[in-house]
C-alpha cells in the first residue's frame, strides 16, 4: 500500500477532461517536464524547441508574447517584469563597454538615469538629443554608436518623434533603433513599418490598464536581434508571472473599447484645458500646439489618454500644489493608462532644448464622464481665482 505521505504527491485521482472555455488558463510551474532523459535541454527558445523551464515562459506568458508580436507585426516578443526591465534588457543586448548610444531629451526618467546610472559605468557612452531633431541625428553619429533610443511621443514633454527620418539614418549606418512605444499601446504607431527595429512597451499601461500589473514587452522581427535580446533575457533571469500574463490577455480583450473611449474623453478635457486663462500650452500630440503635432498627423492612427500642460506664468508653485490637491476624481500619482485620471507635477523636469518654468503637470484621463471631469477641474480652477484675488 502506497502511504497517504505519497498520495498526496502522486494522487491516483483528476478532474475530468473535456473542459473547454473562452479563458485560456493561468499555468504556472518552475519545473517543466521532459518525456525522456534524453529529451533533457536547458533553451530560452520556448516557442521552436520546447518548454524546458518555467522562468522562460509557461503557456500563458508565452501566448500573451505571441498575441503582443501578433498586434505589433512582429517576428518574436519576450516579456519582461516591467516596461523598465524592458529597456535595462534592450540596453544589454544591444550595447557593449565602449560603445556609444543616442537617447532623446524626453526619454522617460528612469530610461535616462538607468543610462545615465549604470550605463556610465559599463563605459557605454551616452549622448541626449533633441527629440524633434529628425534626420540632423545624423551629425551626432560615432564609428561607436550601436544604438538610436525614440519614444514618441516623449514622457512628460510629449514631444512628437520624427521616427521614420531617424529610422532612415540608423539603417544607413547599421545602427539599432529602439522605440519606447508605450503611448501607442503597441497599436496607435507602428513601429516596424516606420523602420524601427526593437520595439519595446510598457504592458502595464494599456494592455493591462487597470493599474493593478507591471509587464513590459520588447517585439523585433530580425532573427539576430531576438537571438541577442533572449540570450541576455535567459542570464538577467527576468521572470514573469503567469497571473500577471493571465490580467493583461483579460486587458487585451477590452484595449479596443478602452482605447477609443481614452481618446475621446482625453481629447475633450484637453480642448477645454487648452481654452483657460490660467494654461499657457496643451501639450497633447493631437493638438498643434503639442511640439511635433505634424509627426503625430502623418504616423499616428489615434491619440491616447496621457498629455500636459504649462500652466501660465502668473500662477506660483503652491498655488498649481493648492489646484491639484483641490481635485476630486483626479488622483495624484504615476503610472497611467488605467481607468483613473490622475495628475502629477513635473515641477522639475529638465529639459535641454525646451524651458517649462517649473509649471508644468501631467494628466492621465480614465474612464470617468469627461463632463465630470471637466466639472472637477472647473471648480479646482475657480478656487484658484479666488486665491488671486485675495491676494
Ligand atoms: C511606465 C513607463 C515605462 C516603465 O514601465 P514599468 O512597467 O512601470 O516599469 C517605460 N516607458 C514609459 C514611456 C512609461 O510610461
Same mark, same amino acid.
Given at each position: 500500500?502506497?502511504?497517504?505521505?505519497?498520495?498526496?504527491? $502522486?494522487?491516483?485521482?483528476?478532474?475530468?477532461?473535456?473542459?473547454?472555455?473562452? &479563458?485560456?488558463?493561468?499555468?504556472?510551474?518552475?519545473?517543466?517536464?521532459?518525456?525522456?532523459?534524453?529529451?533533457?535541454?536547458?533553451?530560452?527558445?520556448?516557442?521552436?524547441?520546447?518548454?524546458?523551464?518555467?522562468?522562460?515562459?509557461?503557456?500563458?506568458?508565452?501566448?500573451?508574447?505571441?498575441?503582443?508580436?501578433?498586434?505589433?507585426?512582429?517576428?518574436?516578443?519576450?516579456?519582461?517584469?516591467?516596461?523598465?526591465?524592458a529597456i535595462a534588457l534592450i540596453y544589454l543586448a544591444f550595447a557593449r563597454s565602449g560603445d556609444h548610444v543616442l537617447v532623446p531629451d524626453s526619454i522617460y526618467g528612469p530610461n535616462r538615469a538607468l543610462a545615465d546610472g549604470l550605463l556610465a559605468?559599463?563605459?557605454i557612452d551616452v549622448t541626449y538629443y533633441d527629440p524633434l531633431i529628425g534626420q540632423d541625428v545624423e551629425a551626432l553619429l560615432r564609428p561607436n554608436t550601436r544604438l538610436i533610443w525614440c519614444e514618441s511621443p516623449g514622457s512628460v514633454t510629449m514631444e512628437v518623434q520624427d521616427v521614420p527620418a531617424i529610422a532612415a539614418v540608423?539603417?544607413? $549606418?547599421?545602427?539599432?533603433?529602439?522605440?519606447d512605444n508605450t503611448y501607442a499601446a503597441g497599436i496607435l504607431f507602428d513601429a516596424f513599418a516606420h523602420g524601427v527595429d526593437v520595439s519595446m512597451q510598457a504592458l502595464?499601461?494599456?494592455?493591462?490598464?487597470?493599474?493593478?500589473?507591471?509587464?513590459?514587452?520588447?517585439?523585433?522581427?530580425?532573427?539576430? $536581434?531576438?537571438?541577442?535580446l533572449g540570450k541576455i533575457h535567459q542570464l538577467l533571469g527576468m521572470a514573469v508571472s503567469p497571473d500577471d500574463g493571465s490580467l493583461a490577455l483579460r486587458g487585451l480583450?477590452?484595449?479596443? &473599447?478602452?482605447?477609443?473611449?481614452?481618446?475621446?474623453?482625453?481629447?475633450? &478635457?484637453?480642448?477645454?484645458?487648452?481654452?483657460?486663462?490660467?494654461?499657457?500650452?496643451v501639450l497633447h500630440p493631437a493638438l498643434p500646439s503639442c511640439p511635433g503635432h505634424e509627426n503625430w498627423a502623418r504616423d499616428f492612427t489615434g491619440s491616447a489618454s496621457v498629455f500636459s500642460v504649462v500652466f501660465a506664468s502668473h500662477l506660483s508653485k503652491d498655488s498649481l500644489i493648492g489646484l491639484i490637491d483641490r481635485l476630486r476624481l483626479f488622483k495624484i500619482g504615476?503610472?497611467?493608462?488605467?481607468?483613473?485620471?490622475?495628475? &502629477?507635477?513635473?515641477f522639475d523636469a529638465?529639459?535641454?532644448?525646451?524651458?517649462?518654468?517649473?509649471?508644468?503637470?501631467?494628466?492621465?484621463?480614465?474612464?470617468?464622464?469627461?463632463s465630470d471631469l471637466i466639472a472637477d477641474l472647473e471648480q479646482a480652477f475657480a478656487a484658484l481665482g479666488g486665491?488671486?484675488?485675495r491676494k
Open positions: 500500500m502506497t502511504s497517504w505521505r505519497t498520495t498526496l504527491i $502522486h494522487p491516483g485521482v483528476a478532474a475530468p477532461e473535456g473542459f473547454h472555455s473562452l &479563458v485560456s488558463p493561468t499555468y504556472r510551474g518552475s519545473t517543466t517536464l521532459f518525456r525522456s532523459a534524453a529529451d533533457v535541454q536547458d533553451t530560452w527558445r520556448q516557442e521552436e524547441l520546447a518548454y524546458s523551464y518555467g522562468l522562460y515562459g509557461t503557456p500563458t506568458t508565452l501566448e500573451l508574447a505571441a498575441r503582443i508580436g501578433e498586434l505589433e507585426r512582429a517576428r518574436h516578443t519576450l516579456l519582461t517584469p516591467g516596461g523598465q526591465a559605468s559599463l563605459g540608423a539603417r544607413r $549606418h547599421g545602427i539599432v533603433v529602439a522605440l502595464t499601461k494599456y494592455v493591462g490598464g487597470h493599474s493593478d500589473l507591471l509587464l513590459g514587452s520588447v517585439s523585433v522581427r530580425e532573427e539576430s $536581434h531576438y537571438t541577442a480583450q477590452t484595449l479596443g &473599447v478602452r482605447l477609443d473611449q481614452l481618446e475621446r474623453g482625453t481629447l475633450a &478635457v484637453a480642448r477645454w484645458l487648452g481654452e483657460q486663462r490660467h494654461i499657457q500650452t504615476y503610472s497611467w493608462g488605467g481607468v483613473t485620471s490622475l495628475a &502629477v507635477p513635473y529638465v529639459r535641454q532644448v525646451r524651458s517649462y518654468g517649473g509649471r508644468l503637470v501631467r494628466f492621465n484621463i480614465g474612464l470617468e464622464d469627461p486665491e488671486m484675488l
